[in-house]
């Protein structure tokens, strides 16, 4: 058997022979990858550990919180808090964000995270996943408040995501490409099993709520009808489609094979810009998306070019395939 790479040894060797990884952001990443592990026990349990169905409570955005998605968020910031690496965490489960107690050493370093993505998976079985992001704290002033998180996404130093499919997978990105590794259960590591992570730049392949397309605005409603029409369309091309309904799995398969992700605006909620969260799902997809050569965007910029207005800032992501992004892109820009 060839030799293994731990996740340690990854981060240590690229903070060794790139200095690209400081320390502290090193414990950062092994730290949340631990509460990964933890999550995924808890994901792999189900209903044996009584981990399934509804909380009864309601997140900042309305939506019935499921056991899973409390318990993944309470082991985030149990594990992050003490460690000395993180000012504050934000995250889609929590209205407010949550500053590191006094009794714990500030660090530099901001954590955002979507704790468990994939809500309507959970209980069916199905791949659902952990999203994070990481920024840095401002250093021009004392202490942080929720203005410190309202930074674009191409200032992030690091995100990546989990996901609890078949494999528990964490995929990272440092800002120097994307590498992926696996948790081995008997050995309780993280080993890598993936590294450069390329997305081809054309694809046959797109992932949609076909469900909602009599409410998508009119270029997406084009760019997937041509899709549709095969061989003899405007494409040339038969394309399949696959949708999860758990975005870390679905940007997982376009990571892995190609394919282009699209949850659009749709005018069921026209003041709302998309359902997708700007900083803790479409910011560090985008991130990792763009290191494996691909796309994001929403329609009119890139994804990482936003300049988000609100913590819970919700957007309209196009990710993916790069040559398939640019054509719905530019399909947006000739609608005006
Ligand atoms: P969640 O964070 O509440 O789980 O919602 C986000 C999820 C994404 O993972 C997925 O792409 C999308 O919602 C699925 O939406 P739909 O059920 O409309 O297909
Ligand atoms: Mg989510």
Redesign the pocket.
């Known amino acids: 058997m060839s030799k293994r790479v731990s996740l340690t040894q990854y981060l240590v060797e690229q903070q060794r022979e790139h200095d690209n990884i400081p320390a502290q952001l090193r414990l950062l990443i092994e730290v949340v990858a631990r509460a990964c592990k933890r999550i995924a026990i808890a994901v792999n349990k189900g209903a044996l550990g009584e981990v399934l169905g509804s909380a009864g409570s309601e997140n900042v955005q309305g939506?019935v919180q499921k056991k899973l998605?409390i318990i993944s968020n309470e082991v985030l910031i149990e594990a992050n808090e003490w460690g000395g690496h993180l000012a504050a965490m934000a995250s889609?489960e929590m209205d407010e964000i949550h500053i590191i107690p006094n009794r714990y050493p500030q660090g530099e370093f901001l954590l955002l995270f979507?704790p468990?993505?994939?809500?309507?998976?959970i209980d069916v079985n199905v791949s659902?996943g952990t999203i994070f992001s990481v920024l840095k704290k401002p250093t021009n002033h004392e202490g942080v408040s929720e203005a410190d998180f309202l930074q674009p996404g191409n200032q992030q130093v690091a995100a990546g995501y989990c996901v609890y499919g078949p494999q528990t997978t964490l995929v990272l990105t440092v800002g120097a490409g994307v590498v992926m590794f696996t948790l081995d259960r008997e050995l309780g590591g993280w080993f890598l099993v993936e590294q450069d992570v390329q997305i081809p730049a054309d694809t046959k392949e797109f992932a949609i709520?076909m469900?909602?397309m009599r409410h998508w605005a009119p270029p997406v409603k084009r760019y997937i009808d041509e899709c549709l029409a095969g061989t003899t369309g405007a494409r040339g091309k038969d394309f399949n489609m696959r949708?999860?309904?758990?975005?870390?799995?679905?940007v997982h398969r376009i990571l892995s094979r190609g394919g282009i992700?699209m949850?659009p605006w749709d005018a069921r909620e026209p003041s709302k810009p998309g359902?997708?969260?700007l900083m803790?799902?479409a910011n560090p997809m985008a991130f990792l998306v763009e290191q494996a050569g691909g796309a994001a965007t929403n329609g009119q910029q890139r994804i990482l070019d936003i300049q988000p207005t609100k913590l819970h800032e919700r957007v309209s992501v196009i990710l993916g395939s790069k040559n398939e992004v640019e054509r719905v892109t530019a399909y947006h820009e000739k609608a005006g």
């Not at 468990?116 to 998976?121: E, H, K, P, Q, T």
């Open positions: 939506e998605d889609e979507d468990l993505d994939g809500s309507s998976n659902i709520n469900s909602n949708w999860i309904a758990s975005m870390v799995a679905d992700f949850y359902k997708l969260r803790y799902e």
